[in-house]
Structures are given as C-alpha cells and as structure tokens.
C-alpha cells in the first residue's frame, strides 16, 4: 500500500501587509493583514508527500534539491503539527493505518523560476500543508490548516484559501486564534487581475523574517501603524471589497504599500526594497490614475510592492490592455508579451499611453530593467491532485 498525496497551493500578494511578530517562533503578528489570491493557473507550488515504514527520516526537496530539514525549524514545526493531528484522528479511529508513526518524503516545486524574485514561501508551506493534510486524510477546515502554515511562515496561512484573505492576529499567546478567514471568494469578484512587474535586482536584500524584527525592535512609526493604521484600513478595505469598489480597494492597497515601505525606512538601520524603477513604476500609475480622476473617473489601478523591488499592480481586467502598453512604453521587453487572456492581437504590445497622460512623469529605460511581465488574477485556493501530478516515483525519490 502506498500512503501518497499531491497537493497544489497559490501565491499570494498583500494588500494590507504583514509587517512584525509578537511571537517569532509561533510567528504571530502584530497587525491583521489582507490578501488577494493569485491564480494557479499561472503561478503555484506543488507538492507530494509520502509516508511509508521503510523510511528512515523526514526528507525533503525543493525543486529536485534535497534541502536539510533542521530540527526545531520552520518546516519540522509544520510536519510535527500534522502528525499530531494525524494522531489524534488515530485516536480517535483505531482502524485508521498509523501513518503518524512513519517518516515522510515530501518533494516540491514552483512552476515560476525563483529568479523570477516572486516569493515562493507562500505558496510552498501551503502546500506542504495541504498535502499532508490529505495524505493524512484529515477533516481540517482551511482556517485550521492555516494555523499550522503560519508556523511555516506568516503570509503561507492567507493562501489556504482563493479569493480575498484577512489573516486575523488574534490575542491568544498560544496563536490558536491567528488564522486565515475568507473575506469573500473569487467569483465574488473575478475581474481583480494581476499584472506583475518582474524588476531586475542584482543585490541581495534583507528577507523578510529578519527585516521585520528589526523594524519591531527600533521603528516608532510600527507602533502608530498598528495601533492607528491598520485596524482601520481592514475594515474600510474589507467592505471595499464587499461591495467592489476598486477605487477604494486602490487606494487603501497603496496607501498600505507605501506605509510598509516607510516603516522599513523608519528602521534602524533603515531597509529598502524599493529601487528606480520601483518608483518610476509608482510614478505611471500615479499618472495613469490622474487622467482618470481628472476626467471624473475612478482610480483605475493600483501598486503594492513586497520586501523586493517588483510592482504587483491590481487593476479590473477591461484596464490591463491600457496598463501592459504603458508599461512597456517605458520598459521595453526582450521577449513577447505572454498574453495568457489574449488582449493582444498578432501585432503585440505597441507600446501606447493613454491620451492626456504626462510621458515626463518617468524617464524610459532600457530592456532588461523589468525582465518579464506576468499577467495573472484572482484565484482559487489549494488543490488536490491526482497521483499523476505526484513529485515522486515509486521509490519515494524524486
Ligand atoms: C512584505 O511571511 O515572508 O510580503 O513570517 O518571517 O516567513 P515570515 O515572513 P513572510 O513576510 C511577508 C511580508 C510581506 C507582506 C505580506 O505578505 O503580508
């Protein structure tokens, strides 16, 4: 008998940022956070994990590389926690095969390069978690599975579920109540999409997990942030999308951005993700809103940056045509456009702005400066697989 399971998980990109722990090992944090989920389709890690009696250890690989498994670490807290659950379901059901008792083999990949500088952690402790999950054959609802993700790192638990994803802090110091709640599914609003502005960065910056303690320890802005900011924002942000209102969905989205950013700044010493084009990406989309606002309309896009110098910029589907062109105006592609919903006819990008917007707003740059544009929206949450997507072969390698 084989005990195999495959899982897939999203990625996701925040709107609200998380940005500090209260607790580094359990990883609870200091603010709630919201998130869009993006599409598998385009971007997603799989994983396989097996348990078996002949296995000698937990093992591990990532993108066909066996990585250390370190005791105590991130990814040896999640495979404790769901073979703790395993067992309490053996517990509970003495037929169930004792599958807590065996090792495990779990193999995972992205289907994005990690050069693409897109964060794979996300969506890999997502589905590591939900791979075991249904190797184990567990009843865990998302938001339970999410507890157990967040101990892989904190942004992993929002992508248990599609759709729009608050991760609520919660006060309990044993972090049981800091999960991930759906705001509101996919259908709920599918014209949300995605274009993902891959920037070149050739220095290697200040991750996540160490950047943000560092801000916890030395930034008074964090602190004005979490107790005046954040709260705030979830609420107007989570009844913006409620109702669909992408003007007041924009807004809040950079606002938080550009507050994120500013709290690394206020660190000592102080952090920056953003680079030049960072900002001149910043500086088309504040133009590009102008002409509508000026026009009466809405905001019609809006930018979010992570702990990196990539633009991941929100807009409403009948908008990305308007946005690739203008982008791509300013930073010339060496390679065609990957057009997954086919905006473009045979004749590509052109390169075309909007009448009435200020081309003086940014310089042009050269290819290179932005490697590749993803074109991608809102998505589902994790699946399971069938045992022909399995990472591993009949050995248990991969
Ligand atoms: C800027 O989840 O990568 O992307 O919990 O230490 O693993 P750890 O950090 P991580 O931090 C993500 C920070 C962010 C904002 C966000 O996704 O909310």
């Known amino acids: 008998m084989v005990y195999q399971a495959t899982a897939s998980a999203p990625v996701n990109i925040a709107c609200i940022k998380y940005w500090g722990k209260r607790d580094t090992k359990l990883i609870l944090p200091t603010n709630d956070s919201l998130s869009v989920t993006l599409d598998q389709d385009h971007l997603r890690s799989t994983t396989t994990s097996r348990a078996d009696p002949s296995f000698t250890k937990d093992r591990l690989w990532l993108n066909g590389t066996e990585e250390e498994i370190k005791p105590n670490g991130r990814t040896a807290t999640c495979i404790a926690e769901m073979k703790r659950l395993r067992a309490d379901l053996e517990a509970e059901k003495p037929n169930e095969p004792k599958l807590s008792q065996f090792y495990v083999h779990i193999a995972s990949k992205n289907n994005f390069p990690t050069a693409a500088g897109l964060a794979s952690s ?60 759906e705001i509101a599914p996919r259908e709920h609003w599918p014209e949300i999409h995605a274009l993902i502005c891959v920037v070149s960065d050739d220095k290697k910056g200040t991750s996540s997990t160490s950047g943000m303690q560092r801000t916890v320890e030395t930034s008074t802005l964090l602190q004005h942030r979490i107790k005046h900011v954040v709260p705030e924002r979830m609420k107007v942000i989570s009844e913006a999308i409620k109702k669909r209102d992408f003007n007041t969905f924009a807004k809040i989205t950079m606002q938080d951005s550009n507050q994120f950013h500013a709290v690394a700044l206020d660190t000592d010493p102080p952090i920056f993700y953003m680079n030049d084009v960072s900002r001149a990406i910043i500086s088309l989309i504040v133009e590009y809103n102008r002409v509508s606002v000026d026009a009466g309309g809405p905001l019609k896009a809006a930018y979010t940056y992570d702990a990196g110098p990539n633009a991941v910029i929100y807009t409403l589907k009948e908008n990305v045509k308007e946005i690739v062109e203008l982008v791509v105006n300013y930073f010339p592609q060496a390679n065609q456009f990957k057009d997954p919903f086919g905006l473009f006819g045979s004749d590509g990008v052109q390169g075309n702005v909007v009448t009435g917007f200020n081309t003086a707003v940014a310089k042009p740059f050269g290819v290179g400066a932005v490697k590749n544009l993803i074109h991608t929206r809102v998505g589902d949450g994790p699946r399971t697989l069938g045992p022909e997507e399995s990472l591993l072969g009949v050995e248990g390698l991969p």
Do not use: N
């Open 122 to 181: 996300a969506s890999g402790f997502a589905a590591l978690v939900k791979s075991l999950a249904s190797l184990y054959q567990l009843p865990s609802t998302p938001s339970e599975l999410s507890l157990i993700a967040r101990q892989g790192s904190g942004s992993a638990c929002r992508s248990l579920f599609g759709g729009f994803v608050a991760w609520e802090m919660g006060s309990s110091p044993d972090g049981s109540d800091s999960l991930a709640v």
